[in-house]
Structure formats: structure tokens, C-alpha cells
């Protein structure tokens, strides 16, 4: 079974920066594209963030770009989100995923003060 864990979520001011990390406890971890995505309250799942093909390739939410910045490294097993600027809409539960595979980490609360 893989197990997929978030880190470093918080409180923090609006402007203020957080990075998200998201460990893998298998090395095949390195085959799979990774994206990271939140669910504020009453709302929907949203993709934030993806990243395949090495790293090579990444893609955003429109709502989150050049603020965040998604990386991975595959000697670590280990996914990142760097969050600046951060903005009180960023509040939400924020997750990585292994996709296609399945697999979701349980979640890290980010939770931006205006």
C-alpha cells in the first residue's frame, strides 16, 4: 500500500509564504505525475498544481499562478508546493495526489489570515 504524506501546511498572514511537502513511500513514485489540489469549505475539489514528465512539464490553476510553484524531487520521493503571496482564498485543505495510481495523501489545512 502507498502512503502519501503532507507537511508543512499553517496559519499565516495574507502575503505571508508556506511549502507544502508531499512524501511518497515508494520509489515508484518517480513514474507517476503528481498534482497537488485543496477543497475550501462548501466548495469542490480543485487541482492547484501538476507536474510530470520529470518536472520537465507543469501546469496551474489560473488562480494560482506565479504565486505557487510546483517540484519534485524524484531522489526524495517527495513532492512540493512553494506558496507565496499567499491570499485569504487560499484557505482550504490541500492535497497531493499520485495520479493515475490512485492514491491520495490525507490531507494538510493552509489557512491564510486577512
Known amino acids: 500500500q502507498v502512503q502519501l504524506v503532507e507537511s508543512g501546511g499553517g496559519l499565516v498572514q495574507a502575503g505571508g509564504s508556506l511549502r507544502l511537502s508531499c512524501a511518497a513511500s515508494?520509489?515508484?513514485?518517480?513514474?507517476?505525475?503528481m498534482g497537488w489540489h485543496r477543497q475550501a469549505p462548501g466548495k469542490m475539489r480543485e487541482m492547484v498544481a501538476i507536474?510530470?514528465?520529470?518536472?520537465?512539464?507543469?501546469n496551474y490553476a489560473d488562480s494560482v499562478k506565479g504565486r505557487f510553484t510546483i517540484s519534485r524531487d524524484d531522489a526524495k520521493n517527495t513532492v512540493y508546493l512553494q506558496m507565496n503571496n499567499l491570499k485569504p482564498e487560499d484557505t482550504a485543505v490541500y492535497y497531493c495526489?499520485?495520479?493515475?495510481?490512485?492514491?491520495w495523501g490525507q490531507g494538510t489545512q493552509v489557512t491564510v489570515s486577512s
Open positions: 507536474i510530470l514528465d520529470g518536472g520537465i512539464i507543469t
Open positions: 495526489e499520485m495520479i493515475g495510481a490512485g492514491y
Open positions: 515508494t520509489s515508484i513514485f518517480r513514474i507517476y505525475a
